[in-house]
Nanobody
Framework: QVQLVESGGGSVQIGGSLKLSCVVS????????MAWIRQAPEKEREVVAA????????FYADSVRGRFAISQDSTKNTVYLQMNSLKPEDTAVYYC????????????????WGKGTLVTISS
């Protein structure tokens, strides 16, 4: 059974930085890609970043491009999301996801999810 465990969330001031981590375990099949997906209160889920394992290509939502960076450490089975220049609208629960079955920017196309970690941006 796949387990995705996020950590690193918390409260930070506007303009600050946070780095989220996601440890993947119990993966028996081929893991083609990983992503970070967020859901803010009363908003739809949004895939903010995705990383393809085969070629290392990464993709970002327009809302975070240039501020967020997704990376991985295969030796630790860990995926990271470095978040800089944080804004109030970045406040959300951030989920780590794996197993892409379609298009990277469609939350419903990701098959495995963690339980999430809360990020709160305050003034």
């Amino acid at each position: 059974q796949v387990q995705l465990v996020e950590s690193g969330g918390g409260s930070v001031q506007i303009g600050g930085s946070l780095k989220l981590s996601c440890v993947v375990s119990g993966y028996s099949g081929y893991r083609n890609a990983m992503a970070w997906i967020r859901q803010a209160p009363e908003k739809e889920r949004e895939v903010v970043a995705a990383l393809y394992h085969r070629n290392g290509n990464s993709f970002y939502a327009d809302s975070v491009r240039g501020r967020f960076a997704i990376s991985q450490d295969s030796t630790k089975n860990t995926v990271y999301l470095q978040m800089n220049s944080l804004k109030p609208e970045d406040t959300a629960v951030y989920y780590c996801a794996a197993t892409l079955r379609g298009t990277w920017n469609r939350p419903g196309d990701w098959g495995d999810w963690g339980k999430g970690t809360l990020v709160t941006i305050s003034s």
